[in-house]
């Protein structure tokens, strides 16, 4: 029986760290100052070890790793001492650097598109990063990237190795990008934001992939991130990191139980909990329990059934069209799905499983090839740009990338004035004012209407999207990823200003994401998709906490926690939960071979008894 060594404690200081850091600083020359990003940073990584920095964007958790790799821009410098073995990583040549980065030292980026070379296949790039530090052939090579493909479940992989990197979704494109840096089994693994882009399925996989990393060669990993439930997951010590200085450094287990510093426990109060917006829901009925003869639970649905009907579909199918060879592909099939004015549904899934189809579909950017789709009365099926321009009014939606999604040759103020020229018809002080309204709704001071998009965080972009989305007053708003690229402490901002905008609207939400306690929060309903069926529809607390379709069970065993010690027993859970599937899996595949070849029932109990007793498993 395996052993994981993740629940081990944490390694004791008599082995030799992988990694030694002492007083390590950068800064970056900007207009003849040299400013400092990052200053006094000290730690030891040893064999096996997991240590994650946390902190806000701008905290310089990142830029303080990729100065140990050489990897800072032209302006930057670093100070101070980083040691691997015996080796002095500040100040050397670039030459005997590049003989270590990949091997020795590998790191996985956050942006996975950036990071990758466009004109070459994934592929291409892992066999080359072999081939540059080991002797080995082409063929060879081939067939080590194809384990390293399968090693990190990319779907496909005898096809997906020639393909390009804009061909592959945003969590296969990450799990590229995890292969090529494993590949030469490096002695210290950088992982900043591994997994950001990638659903939290997925993300128990890449987990369970780093910790078998760490137990196999036993690697040191340094885990830069913003999710403190992949910090519960994952991390023997952590350092917190705020305005380039770290506030707090230990073990991981004793911060989660008893943070010290302010900004600690700012940061993990802000993090969603799965389970915990429902655990309030029950304390609050169980109050409420003694005055009211009428049982909570019934109340939503008399008064939901009232609200008039926003979107309705109905055996819903969406395909993207084939070219040449490719036959078309289905990415939405058969979905039925209703939301009511004023209502918020959350539709989860992985990436692919086609709910951004759905989300792009209701807002008339994708057409739908059958079946029936009404927004606000409007059928989408088979309407012209003419048919839809009316509906552009009572449709909002707020993009994944606010900043990708923003003209940025247009100061904000005029990115959200636009939708008010456009379909009202506003001028000059009426639309003034109308800008100033919306800038106020959503928190941000109005001298930052002359802004452009790049002189802005993530959060404040995020409010830009969401204040123009609204600008036109819709009763239908898609909401599309909107806080999965930001910051705990940010994300928890622009949450609670979407409910109170929610609230005060009074708009209907088709709210997407992969972010279960995110949805759990907001959510009056979750929709669960799974490879293109909505699998499973109903109330938020039913659905998080009694999920009837094995793949819902799946999803929310996947979820991390921010406390070490429940997110053990969650893993351990999931591991028994996947393990029963299996089993009932295989056992249905065992009798449907027994009517179709008349294999005596006999060998099927045989196999269950060999599986109660763990033999051959």
Partial sequence: MAIDISDAPPPTDTRQPVLQVRDLGVDFYVDGTW????????????????????????????????????????????????????????????????????????????????????????????????????????????VRALELLRLVEIPNPETRIDAYPHQLSGGQRQRAMIAQALACDPKLLIADEPTTALDVTVQAEILKLMRDLRSRIDSGIVLITHDMGVVADMADTMIVMKDGKVVEQGEARQLFANPQHPYTIKLLDAVPHLGRSTEAQKAEDAAQSGTTATPVADAPAVTTSDRAVVLEAKQMVIEYPGRRRTPAFRAVDGVDLTIRAGEVVGLVGESGSGKTTIGRAVVGLLPVTSGTLRIVGQDMVGASNKDLKPLRTKVGIVFQDPGSSLNPRLPIGESIAEPLLLHRGLKGAEMSRAVETLLDQVELPRAMRNRYPHELSGGQRQRVGIARSLALEPQLLVADEPTSALDVSVQATVLA??????????????????????????????????????????????????????????????????????????????????????????????????DAENIDAHDITDVDNERMTGRGF
């Fill in 35 to 142: 400013y400092p990003a990052a200053a006094g940073i000290n730690y030891d990584v040893r064999p096996g070890e997991v240590l994650a920095i946390v902190g806000e964007s701008g905290s310089g958790k990142t830029q303080s790793s990729m100065a140990l790799m050489g990897l800072l821009p032209p302006n930057g410098r670093a100070r101070g001492s980083a040691v691997i073995g015996d080796r002095e990583l500040i100040g050397m040549p670039a030459h005997k650097l590049r003989r270590i980065r990949g091997k020795e030292i590998a790191m996985i980026f956050q942006e996975p598109m950036t990071a990758l070379n466009p004109v070459f296949t994934i592929g291409f790039q892992i066999v080359e990063t072999l081939r540059t530090h080991f002797e080995m052939g082409p063929a060879e090579a081939r």
């Fill in 497 to 594: 200003l979407f409910q109170d905008l929610q609230r005060e609207h009074g708009f209907a939400c088709l709210f997407i994401s992969h972010d279960l306690a995110v949805v759990e929060m907001l959510a009056d309903r979750i929709a669960v998709m799974h490879n293109g069926k909505l699998v499973e529809v109903g109330e938020t607390a039913q659905v998080v906490n009694h999920p009837k379709d094995p793949y819902t069970q799946r999803l929310l065993a996947a979820v991390p926690v921010p406390d070490p010690a429940a997110q053990q027993a969650r893993r351990e859970a999931r591991d028994a939960l996947l393990e029963a599937q299996r089993d009932e899996l295989e056992r249905d595949e065992l009798v449907k071979a027994h």
